[in-house]
Every structure is written in C-alpha cells, then in structure tokens.
C-alpha cells in the first residue's frame, strides 16, 4: 500500500461546479498536511496548508480527518484556471522527518 | 522578492559525463531538498539538506550527491550521467523539516 494515495483522476468537470479530492495516508506519524497544484511542465505550488480545524482559501476548502487519515480539497465555482494537477503532500515525523508527495489528482474544467 | 532559481533550465548531456545542477534561493532557509519527477513515479527525494554542511540521502540517492557549502545554495551533481537518470529535476526550500516547501522552476535533464 502507498504511503499516501490519491485518485489519479482525470476529473472533467463544466465551469462553475464543485469539485471535490481525497487523499489518504497510512501513517499516524504523519504531521504536516498540505495542497499543491502542478501546472503542465511546470513547478508544484502551494495551494493550502491542511489545519485540523479545516480551512478556507476563496474557493477552495481543506479538510484533515486524522480518525481516517484522510485529507480534502473541495473547490466550488470551478474555472478554467483552475485546470491542473492537485498534489496531496504529507510530512512525517518518525524521529526525523519525510516528505511524501502523492502521485496527483488530474483536473480538467470545461467551458 | 525572494527566490528560488534554478540552473539550467535545459540540459542534454552523454552518458558518463559529470553534469551539475544549480540551485539557489534567497529566503534564507536552512532546509534544502531535490527532487525527480518521472511520469509514473510523481516527485522522489534525491538529497536534502537542514543546514549548512548537512547532507542527507533520500529514497533514490544512487548516482547523486550534493553538497551545502553556504545556506543559500544546494547544487547537485551527477557523477556519471545514465540514461535512468533523464528526468525534471525540481530544488525546494522551507525555513523548516515540518513546513511547507517553495519550488524552483526545474531544471529538464536529457541525458544520451
């Protein structure tokens, strides 16, 4: 099982609707939870830090359920823009730290 | 602003030869990280470091070293190119082991 799983999608999706993410990680030393986006030949770029109190960015909201071990990204009012791979990226902390990176989810919104 | 940089930005060598990727960024962070990205495996640690002369290995280190020689820079070389080792290869840096992580813009190495 991989450390961290996401579902590679793709995920096709008309402007304005709500999208929503998973990615699930199995280890309870995982720390640090964040969203990145990957643009085509591009940089990974942060998108969201993941509080376990949840959180909101415009559009987008994270969520973190360490009962589950799971994290989300809900993105409501799709744009075009938003057309990208998301990232789930974990750190954990088992006496030192790791960085694991999910494999992507893949979003494509249409006109 | 504060940076991130990378270079070069395009890259095509042979087999065999030694290539040194460079990595530089300005926020002053002491945790510096390289990573591959390969269609199929998404981004694997290379090296990474928390500190002036601090080097570490990541899952797939063979072939790589880097060394950090002052906070700003973490330049990784390729002691004798292969052809496995044709990738995007994207620097990071956070000001700590838990906190998020700034990307370069890559470097695409091609090797023949």
């Known amino acids: 099982r991989k450390e961290v799983e996401q579902d590679p999608g793709p995920f096709n999706v008309p402007e304005g609707a709500t999208v929503a993410f998973n990615c699930t990680y199995s280890n309870s030393a995982s720390q640090s939870f964040f969203w990145y986006r990957q643009d085509c030949r591009k940089e990974p770029k942060l998108l969201m830090s993941v509080y376990s109190s949840g959180n909101e960015d415009g559009r987008f909201t994270a969520q973190l359920n360490r009962a589950s071990q799971y994290i989300s990204l809900l993105i409501r009012d799709s744009k075009l823009s938003d057309s990208a791979t998301y990232l789930c990226?974990?750190?954990?902390?088992?006496?030192?730290?790791?960085?694991?990176f999910g494999a992507g989810t893949r979003l494509f919104v249409k006109a | 602003d504060a940076e991130i940089t990378q270079s070069p930005r395009h890259k095509i060598t042979e087999t065999g030869r030694q290539v040194t990727l460079a990595c530089h960024q300005t926020?002053?962070?002491?945790?510096m990280f390289w990573y591959r990205q390969d269609l199929g495996h998404g981004l694997r640690l290379i090296h990474y470091s928390y500190g002036v002369h601090d080097t570490n290995k990541g899952e797939v280190s063979d072939g790589y070293s880097v060394s950090r020689s002052n906070t700003e820079d973490l330049p990784l070389t390729l002691e004798s190119a292969a052809s496995s080792q044709t990738s995007v290869y994207f620097c990071?840096?956070?000001?700590?082991?838990?906190?998020?992580?700034?990307f370069g813009p890559g470097t695409r190495l091609t090797v023949t």
């Open positions: 990226v974990v750190i954990l902390n088992t006496g030192g730290f790791k960085t694991i």
């Open positions: 926020w002053n962070h002491n945790n």
């Open positions: 990071a840096s956070s000001v700590g082991p838990s906190r998020e992580q700034y």
